[in-house]
């Protein structure tokens, strides 16, 4: 049944999460074809039918939800950030309000303790970086 599915223009970029790609989700009902795309950058969530926009929105909260009618029935594809740290997104799709499919992606692909490690280390490069500008600066200029 898959074969009967066009592959999406951008299948290839679909497995990477980046800022400048994005968040993309693929799921398979039958033979509709339901792919979700959250930005990186701009906040827009897009989700298109079989390769064609459906809805288009603009979101910048910790949860979203996307209602519409495809051939009699009515889908509904729900963002929800799990994770600030490793801006973990979970995507789920639900079909007459049945669950369907759910996944998730994250841009970092760590725990949540080797997250909190990372932020912790830059946050004292910060505090280094900037004592040591802070001196030189009133060492040559006064």
Not at 28 to 55: C, M, P, Q, W
Not at 79 to 108: M, P, R
Request: charged share 20%.
């Amino acid at each position: 049944m898959e074969s009967l599915i066009p592959p999406h223009k951008l299948d290839t970029a679909m497995d990477k999460v980046s800022i400048t790609n994005g968040y993309w989700y693929c799921f398979n009902d039958k033979e509709v074809r339901v792919t979700a795309h959250g930005s990186g950058f701009s906040g827009l969530e897009t989700i298109y039918i079989n390769g064609e926009v459906v809805v288009e929105k603009r979101n910048f909260g910790m949860k979203s939800a996307h209602e519409f009618c495809y051939l009699g029935n009515n889908y509904e594809v729900t963002f929800q950030v799990s994770n600030l740290l490793t801006a973990a997104v979970v995507c789920t799709l639900y079909k007459n309000g049945e669950h369907v499919a759910t996944e998730t992606k994250a841009y970092l692909n760590m725990n949540t303790k080797d997250a909190l490690k990372r932020v912790l280390m830059f946050f004292l490069a910060g505090i280094i970086f900037g004592g040591v500008s802070a001196w030189l600066v009133f060492q040559f200029i006064g």
